[in-house]
């Protein structure tokens, strides 16, 4: 966000933006870095400029623009669904994933970043379903475009690009052989280096300082299997929303682990052998995909060393909603072959409404209990409402480029974008930092 308010303003002082690398472009006087962090591209940032320009930086820009951009991943998800199903599961996929509390707090604040990356991941898996169907080089140009700038957004989409070849190449069969003509692959090359061309030169400019940035955040401990067992661990922990818990420092009243549990079984029961033979062949082909892309989306964040957080192994969104959403639909499907014609529709609605409510109302459950938590508390640390006190005292007490503490002009913009839009309460402002400011009542601890 820092970016795009610099496009605008170009005020910021520059230690507020250190953060920013790679080359850097000037429209109309105004500098733009290609790189947020040596790992992070500036896609976002890009995006948001014109909102800046528009509405400025406040808490409801920031706000509703990464809700924004989740609201376009529901509705990419569905259509992408719609085309993978080819029937209901579709939107019992969408409401689990609506609901679900960790995709609804990072859709709010998007710590990770991961709002792009999600949208990026689920256009693309559009798209390139769009042509191994039709064989339409546009929608591969769109789809590989989409995969290169999702890697552009940031370094471990390529964890979701390694995922989709796996999963492929293993169930992709003769239709993908022979869709994989040399148009094909030059159309898909050259899209896919476009949108990752800055992240190209950048890398190339900096001696691969992407791979020198990871590796400096390299905090590997344990055995791989154990890696795999802690992902998998921390995925379950986003689908009952404790991750969630841990990340804002605040208990939930309601955390069920039940959730993951359901999400797990779904996950197996398309891998069963009895149940794989009774699936149609769209059926069998769209869980396997789902399963194995998920599957090596794991494996891939464990063999990572810096993969172990929450906004992490959320690359595998919406993996499990899909998952669950195709066997909902598939139960509902043999409880209703067991009824008469006349009233099968009913009951496969039924059954299915029945088996979506159970996780659905779970998680809003669990959603709702976060969001009393936070209304009840203010939030503690960085994510307190009372950051906009700060907001506040910075303006104040340091207008302009010349009056701005450098050490503090990060947590300035941090405030107008975590605040709440109903205004802030009175009291002790705690955030994470470097500085104290007893005279004024901020005290910023570390």
């Given at each position: 966000m820092l970016a795009g308010l610099f496009f605008v303003q170009g005020d910021i002082p520059a230690a507020a933006f250190a953060f920013g690398t790679g080359p850097e472009v000037s429209i109309f006087g105004h500098p733009m870095s290609s790189m947020s962090m040596t790992y992070i591209g500036a896609v976002k940032n890009i995006a948001f400029t014109p909102v800046a320009a528009l509405f400025g930086v406040t808490i409801e820009s920031v706000r509703y623009f990464t809700i924004a951009l989740s609201a376009a991943t529901m509705l990419a998800t569905y259509i992408f669904a719609r085309r993978l199903f080819r029937d209901a599961a579709a939107a019992v996929a969408v409401a689990l994933l609506a609901f679900d509390p960790s995709f609804v707090f990072y859709s709010r604040v998007d710590f990770g970043p991961v709002v792009v990356m999600l949208l990026l991941k689920t256009l693309a898996a559009w798209q390139l379903l769009r042509w191994y169907e039709t064989g339409r080089h546009s929608s591969l140009a769109i789809g590989a475009f989409l995969l290169g700038l999702g890697l552009y957004d940031k370094a471990n989409f390529a964890w979701v690009i390694a995922a989709f070849v796996v999963a492929a190449a293993i169930l992709g069969g003769r239709r993908l052989r022979a869709r994989l003509t040399r148009r094909a692959v030059l159309v898909a090359a050259v899209a896919f280096l476009v949108g990752c061309l800055p992240l190209l030169i950048y890398n190339a400019g900096s001696g691969f300082g992407t791979l020198a940035g990871y590796d400096a955040l390299s905090e590997r401990a344990g055995s791989f299997p154990f890696q795999v067992a802690h992902r998998v661990a921390v995925l379950g922990d986003l689908l009952d929303g404790s991750a969630v818990s841990e990340v804002l420092e605040l208990p939930f009243p309601h955390r069920f682990l039940v959730l993951p549990l359901i999400f797990g079984i779904a996950?197996?029961?398309?891998?069963?052998?009895?149940?794989?033979?009774?699936?149609?062949?769209?059926?069998?082909?769209?869980?396997?995909?789902?399963?194995?892309?998920?599957?090596?989306?794991?494996?891939?964040?464990?063999?990572?060393?810096?993969?172990?957080?929450?906004?992490?192994?959320?690359?595998?969104?919406?993996?499990?909603?899909?998952?669950?959403?195709?066997?909902?639909?598939?139960?509902?499907?043999?409880?209703?072959?067991?009824?008469?014609?006349?009233?099968?529709?009913?009951?496969?609605?039924?059954?299915?409404?029945?088996?979506?409510?159970?996780?659905?109302?779970?998680?809003?459950?669990?959603?709702?209990?976060?969001?009393?938590?936070?209304?009840?508390?203010?939030?503690?640390?960085?994510?307190?409402?009372?950051?906009?006190?700060?907001?506040e005292y910075l303006t104040r007490e340091h207008e302009g480029p010349a009056g701005h503490d450098d050490r503090l002009g990060h947590r300035q913009q941090s405030a107008r974008s975590l605040g709440r839009a109903d205004g802030a309460h009175g009291g002790l402002v705690r955030l994470r930092g470097g500085c104290n400011h007893g005279s004024t009542g901020l005290h910023v601890r570390s």
């Open positions: 996950a197996g029961v398309i891998a069963l052998p009895a149940v794989r033979r009774r699936l149609d062949a769209r059926a069998l082909r769209a869980g396997s995909f789902i399963v194995v892309s998920l599957a090596v989306t794991l494996l891939l964040a464990a063999a990572t060393s810096v993969g172990f957080k929450g906004h992490h192994v959320l690359t595998t969104y919406p993996l499990p909603h899909l998952a669950l959403a195709l066997v909902i639909v598939q139960m509902a499907r043999v409880v209703a072959r067991h009824v008469r014609d006349g009233r099968r529709v009913a009951v496969f609605a039924s059954t299915a409404g029945v088996l979506a409510v159970i996780p659905v109302a779970l998680s809003a459950l669990t959603r709702t209990g976060m969001l009393d938590a936070l209304q009840e508390s203010g939030g503690r640390a960085e994510w307190s409402d009372r950051i906009v006190l700060l907001d």
